[in-house]
């Protein structure tokens, strides 16, 4: 009985250890912001060009996904490739500094967000699994990646889905769905898929990296929703001047 005793206690130690050294991915989907081909209101053409993500504005801008993440000194740029799909047309991937946890995302033509909306459900359901080499390291993603997030327009404002995603596997997956009024559209689709909503909004919003930024921040230390949720809506008043309350009613985590 003590011999059994310390082994168990030996492996309830070294659990959080196997946990901490088991790579995890984020997978995000950029739609890329288009004047011409989504129901937006019109930006500035040099970037509302969903076919150019060097200056898109969900992208190559300031406050898009690559550009912020390529400055976040959390985050390290190990790759860039452009996928096979003819409508991704770049694919970056950076690796936490302190942590392995991996964030690889994914720039759809803006004239493709029907792919986007739909790639994020498919992946979020457990479909779509698959892994990419990365520094000698395998890492999963899509349907595999354990965070699946959304960045850009709510297409599901103009389009209707034509079909469900009904959840794959007995996975627990996350998903963060940046976009405006993502709630309110997302709920049932998301529902479907067996996901847990991490971080979707009630309202309009400017779906800029800095909000993903500050919630993977929380989601690598792997902290409870709530505290994600936080960190977000700081991150949102703090570059909108939008208040704190108001960041608070607009970034929501849970159903």
Sequence with gaps: ????????????????????????????????????????????????????????????????????????????????????????????????????????????????????????????SGAGTDSINVAGQRIGIGGAAQLITYVGHNGLMDFQLEREFPRKDKRTREAIILGCISKRYFTEPLRTTGASPLLWTTGLMAPEAYTLRDALSGWVLREAPEAIRERAAQAYDRYQKCGINGARRLLVSGW
């Excluded at 196997?18 to 991915?25: C, D, K, N, V």
């Excluded at 993440?69 to 390290?76: L, T, V, Y």
């Excluded at 694919?91 to 302190?98: A, F, L, M, Q, T």
């Design 1 to 124: 009985m003590l011999m059994r005793s310390i082994l168990l206690g030996l492996f309830a130690l070294c659990m959080p250890l196997a946990q901490a050294a088991t790579p995890r991915t984020v997978h995000v989907l950029v739609a890329l912001c288009d004047n011409a081909h989504q129901g937006i209101v019109k930006v500035p053409a040099g970037i509302g060009n969903g076919q150019d993500p060097r200056t898109n504005l969900y992208w190559g801008a300031g406050y898009g996904v690559r550009t912020h993440f390529d400055k976040a000194p959390e985050w390290q740029r190990i790759g860039s490739e452009k996928p096979t799909e003819a409508h991704i047309l770049e694919r970056v991937i950076w690796k936490h500094r302190d942590s392995l946890v991996y964030l690889v995302a994914d720039a759809y033509d803006g004239r493709n967000i029907r792919e986007a909306t739909e790639d994020l459900l498919r992946f979020a």
